[in-house]
C-alpha cells in the first residue's frame, strides 16, 4: 500500500466521520421541528424523504466507518421515526379521522 493509498483511505474515514457528526446535529434539529409540528403543517412526502435520507446515510456509516457507539444510536432514533411517519401518513389522509387536528404531533407520538 502505497502513502497515497493511506491517504485516500484516511481521507474516505475522515469525511464519513464527518457525515456522521452532520447527521447526529442536523437529525437532532429536525426531529425537534417535527416534534412540535401540528399534523396539518407536516409536509408528508418531505418527511418521507428526509427520513429516507437518514436511513441511507445509516447505511453509508455502518458500511465504511469501524463499529463504534454513535451509529446505533442514531439508526434506533431514525428507525423509530420511520415508523411514525407511516402513522402520521395515516393520520393526514384526507378521509382519517384525526385530518386537520391541530393537535402537536408528540402528543399522539
Known sequence: MTN???????????????????????WEVEREEWDVAQFHQLDQEELTREVNRYVKSIQQLEKGLPENEVVPILKTKVE??????????????????????????????
Open 4 to 26: 497515497y493509498d493511506e491517504l485516500d483511505k484516511l481521507l474516505i474515514e475522515v469525511k464519513l466521520r464527518h457525515q456522521l457528526w452532520d447527521s447526529v446535529t442536523s
Open 80 to 109: 423509530s421515526m420511520r415508523a411514525k411517519v407511516k402513522i402520521t401518513k395515516i393520520c393526514n389522509y384526507p378521509n382519517g379521522v384525526l385530518t386537520g387536528n391541530i393537535v402537536p404531533l408528540r402528543s399522539y407520538l
